[in-house]
């Protein structure tokens, strides 16, 4: 396939195809030659053009495909390029200095390799209790040096945090080394060794393995559970038209990069008939993952896993294990080597329904009137692996309007050696003999590109305050007086704000323009967000410097092109001098984000002071947060949603079963059973009386 | 069946049978003849007899069954008795001064009908706009009147919320009058009627109705929607004996009472052979549902569901509509009536097990080994009906010995009128023309009875705090350090704590004889909770008197017996002055709760400023937290839960498709589909590439 029938196929949000990768690498090594190839993704269409093609996709002229390129040259030299796939003109060639791009998967699968020759770290393993024969059995984790200022920025550079596994198929985790190789990308080489003053011996516990030969070993799988099969015999109730989903009145398209994974585009909601757009981007744009142990060299431990790795670069495929149950539609990923091929992901998205419980539901006490209407909800949803780490992102559709982005941290902890019982000083948790679990935070932030009712929104931050009237007085007599108060955050440095639980404060992303018409509050989204751990690195610190996204829960920008990803775009490596990405955005903070295009960045997330619960491996735990549609609909956009069980008053009347007047049901609250009920059940209810077993009753 | 038989079939905490409440009316008619019976309910055990007994079945008496009864004698005389079941002796018999029992449903449903004959009630309606004939067409939610200092609490009152339907099968809460009669539950009769200066008549606007008709007049119901099916082939995975149940290393007994309906008691984890307490006894214990409209009379709107009206009297009978899926077990419910005879919720409690998707899951990225586990849930259910509102309250076991208590919001608001589009001064908002829904909090009071690893506990509150060493300074150079500061709570006064966002502040029940063999921190429960909106009603206001619980996020107090009810024991028509329940037992706050039996009063809940996209009935809003064992468990608890999926290291290299070098890896990572999968999928997947239609796949 040429491009040019490629591109009239292809939505402008899609991903690069697997043609457009070819071709764009086909065009910057025919200029450049030889070149190692970091990124080769989608440049996403201006959004000017965008809207202006969104809107009248038969006239107005529909954006280029570009091809965004990051490459390495030979001597390490970094350069930004962009190419036109359909033109096949490479229109911006730019040599960057002191900047280091993301590293790739490549990249760290070579430094175990090079580690494991490397005659200083066989020594240090030797020095451990590794005999040089058992080199085979010393692996890496190769982290970016995230800064360390005795080497800047550049030369490309790594960091091994060290393990062993006594057999292979022993988790590694347990047995970390007390040393850390500092890895040249460029030279491919070993250039220095950070080495602790007190050692720690490689550790000789038994290991506490959690793969099915171990388990077994100490007792075997429980034999208890029953299954619980989950099935859709007439399909799925979401269409795919391309990359681009309609389900229970959304419709959005389903993006992915090799930075921020996901990318949700034109998310709109079809209200009777008209249809609203309500985001014009979400993403999880940048995380920061700071450890909490100040003693050299942990301090570089604080990973941006997005802009250091790449959520869609580190991403699992699902074929690997089924993660979901029901009818799973699938979305491969396809992103360069190295040296200019391309590698499919199959099955890095997975989209699937699930029942979500009770979506409303109302008796009436006096006449038994009743109304139960059951949910749905639809799931956007990839794993990412960072190094010992998962992340299960999901992206939940409800049918009320709601998007609930979850992210479910499990995996393994990032593991440091201790001597057995050695004192962590409270920076870390002994969590198995040996194994010394540093105190970390996982701080996400999502980019929310609002769209509500249109692109002039204004942000409000809304907090559950009490009257200021005290008790006794008029206005407030006997206290209870409370309300929403509202504090417009109409500049980019008023709207540097943080999180108030006292308040259960939110933000409400407004259209001012669209009044409801009964509440006659402006049609919003409010986020809301209970997960919001502060930045516990203090102000000043290398990690607030390098992670200026992290300072306030909520920061507010006016859209630009290019500002997708609030610690810079190139993020390995930068010292923090300036903060790049959204502190040099906002600047001085003077800049009006009233009624306009804006962008909304909200920093959430968990501190972890891990548990032996935790290890080897964990427990899911969940984060979640709510976008939800507040004075937008008006009324409860899910009344059509069938019942499952539907009553009127009139209805239970007829049956003569109920009644609609209270005093004739009370001569009905006899000494009977089913007195309080109808005899119009809607299954077959087999409910046992509190004896054993159970009759099975599949609800509907 | 006779008493005696009972008692040695039933546990000592179940809830009393029908047996024994006719049993212990018959018994108190005999002593006290015709009475109106409030309150037949178990008075639970005394724990030092109970303990003694759950220690040694065999050989330690068996706690009496001991029925705990109210009743109200003619004249309006509130007695608190004791029945002894096996004696069939009253061994309490105290007439109560200035206190009104819970307000039964059968009390609720008398109010309509004599407010629909009383002439001053009708005279209101008329000039409200509604003709004496139409009487039939107007409605009331009656509600304790809280407190009303005009009346006091000699005489036993309730407040009736005045409402309209235009048809019988309209929702009468877009149809509120303005005017609110006050009802003499002992005269049955209504003796005065809370009129507004400013009168606002009975809206005309068209209804908006959830019911069938109502949906089928507006467009009828989506059909889009394709089935999700949930089946257990082989059944549930957990016993029940009697109420006590097994399932996943949990036991438990599963009691029911009229006030805080489920009552979760001798909750044990079986950790690889030991059985080890956790808690004593969990419930609900009360909630108070304040109002921020400062106008008389809405300052009485403050219900305390629990004390008040009892969510166990409120319960519905899930026959009414199947409120969940899969196989399903059901526990009835079995009440005294008014005159003396036995009501019995049928279905009153669900439980059922359901997929929670990963329990865990991670992938080594060097060598494609990978282990993805599937988790499930077992959920103990009751939905409760308080007049307008619907509370689903849902307990949640989790395999790793969490404990989630989840309670999901919905129903339909309580409603004021209002002229169309008049100002609601911050108070309250339009939801729908002439329908005010007012700001209102919904906050919860959890009771933890903790008994971990044993009775003897001590808490201690936890917040992720920045070291207070400054950066630059060498305990602190990178100003990354950071730990869990933890503040013994060894008095009464001392842990009246409130909840800190910024230090996502949580606390930790623990055994401090209990330290971990690796990270030597006492064995834990630890409350994970995040919704917790402080009480909004005043230091000093009507609520804050009656509701002293609601003060802060956590109190702790020594055990006593009958210590349950957190705003008192008999709740309707409390003043304030003293503050009954938990201000009464903390006292001074010199009380230590040191490594003692302790429990945990935990007051979270959400603000809820309404919208239009809430009415005419509310999609579901959870509120949840979590109870996490941390440093409980030797390690992770659910290793030993059968994989979906799994791959060693070896596994993968024996099938000839992985690689355990990242060197040799790095050559497959080519142009190819499935380089960087394995061929050992875990089923046969078919997911499609981008394009329309899905091929369902049930995962497994």
Known sequence: ????????????????????????????????????????????????????????????????????????????????????????????????????????????????????????????????????????????????????????????????????????????????????????????????????????????????????????????????????????????????????????????HIGFNYREGIVLNDITYNDKGTVRPIFYRLSLAEMVVPYGNPEHPHQRKHAFDLGEYGAGYMTNSLALGCDCKGSIHYLDAQFPTRSGEVRTIKNAICIHEEDSGILFKHSDFRDDSVIVTRGRKLIIQQIFTAANYEYAIQWIFHQDGTIQPEIKLTGILNTYSMAVDEDTKGWGTQVYPGVNAHNHQHLFCLRIDANVDGPNNTVFMADAVPSDAPVGSPENYYGNAFYAKRTKLDTTGKAATDYDGATSRTWDICNMSKLHPYSKKPASYKLVSREVARLLPKEGSLVWKRAGFARHAVHVTKYQDDQLWPAGRHVPQTSGEPSLGLPEWIGDGSESVEDADVVLWHTFGVTHIPAPEDFPVMPVEPITLLLRPRNFFANNPVLDVPPSYASTPSQVLARGSGVTDAADKMSRLAFADGANGTNGSCCATNGTNGMNGTNGVNGH
Not at 15 to 30: C, H, M, N, R, Y
Not at 102 to 130: A, F, N, W, Y
Not at 169 to 175: A, F, G, K, S
Request: aromatic fraction near 8%; charge should be negative; charged fraction near 25%.
């Open 1 to 252: 396939m040429g491009s040019a029938i490629t591109d009239s196929v292809l939505h402008p949000f899609d991903p690069l195809s697997l043609d457009e990768i070819q071709s764009a690498i086909g065009i910057v090594k025919k200029a450049h030659g030889d070149v190692f190839f970091n990124v080769v993704s989608l440049h996403e269409p201006r959004k000017a053009e965008m809207t202006k093609w969104m809107a009248d996709p038969a006239n107005a002229p529909r954006p280029p495909r570009i091809a965004d390129i990051v490459v390495i040259a030979p001597g390490g030299k970094v350069y930004d390029g962009l190419v036109d796939i359909a033109t096949k003109k490479i229109t911006k060639w730019e040599l960057l200095d002191g900047l280091q791009p993301i590293i790739t998967m490549e990249e760290l699968q070579l430094v175990e390799h090079i580690c494991r020759k490397d005659p200083k770290v066989i020594e240090q393993c030797e020095l451990s209790g590794i005999p040089k024969e058992d080199m085979h059995k010393v692996y890496c984790d190769p982290w970016t040096i995230g800064f360390d200022e005795r080497h800047g920025n550049k030369i490309r550079l790594q960091q091994a945090l060290m393990y062993y596994r006594p057999h292979v198929d022993d988790c590694q985790y347990i047995y970390p080394l007390d040393f850390c190789p500092i890895y040249d990308a460029e030279k491919q080489e070993v250039i220095g060794i950070d080495i602790p003053k007190v050692r720690r011996p490689l550790s000789k516990v038994e290991p506490i393995n959690y793969h099915p030969a171990g388990v077994e070993k100490v007792g075997g799988y429980r034999t208890d559970l029953k299954p619980i099969n989950i099935t859709q015999p007439e399909g799925v109730s979401f269409k795919m038209n391309g990359r681009e989903i309609e389900w229970q009145n959304w419709k959005f």
